[in-house]
């Protein structure tokens, strides 16, 4: 069982920094990979930065967020939490912000958190 859960969207002016966490509950140790999507209205949802939970320094981000954004990973006795730090933020970087995990059995991120607005006004 996969429970992924978002938190610490808000609101924030241009140039300003904000973290989301995601919190992966249930069966952690069969998840391999784990990524922040992003989805802006009227846009195509896109991967932003993804980050391998069995390997050391595997981040990887698409070019938008290079420099600004950072993933890491927090691993518990019982959840496995994934942070973004999202700094120099841009008003095109306003979307909704899914969490997502992809089990080490699979290819695609199979399972999604309910996401966390992040708004970043000029």
């Known amino acids: 069982q996969v429970l992924l859960s978002e938190s610490g969207g808000g609101s924030v002016e241009a140039g300003g920094s904000l973290n989301i966490t995601c919190i992966h509950s249930g069966t952690t140790y069969r998840t391999c990979s784990m990524a922040w999507f992003r989805q802006a209205p009227g846009k195509e949802r896109e991967r932003v930065a993804t980050i391998d939970i069995d390997r050391d320094n595997s981040a990887t981000y698409t070019d938008s967020v290079k420099g600004r954004f950072t993933i890491s990973k927090e691993i518990t006795r019982n959840t496995l939490n994934v942070l973004l730090r999202m700094d120099m933020l841009k008003p095109e970087d306003t979307a909704t912000y899914y969490c997502?995990?992809?089990?080490?059995?699979?290819?695609?991120?199979?399972?999604w958190g309910q996401g966390t607005q992040v708004i970043v006004s000029s």
């Open positions: 997502a995990a992809r089990r080490c059995s699979e290819v695609n991120f199979e399972y």
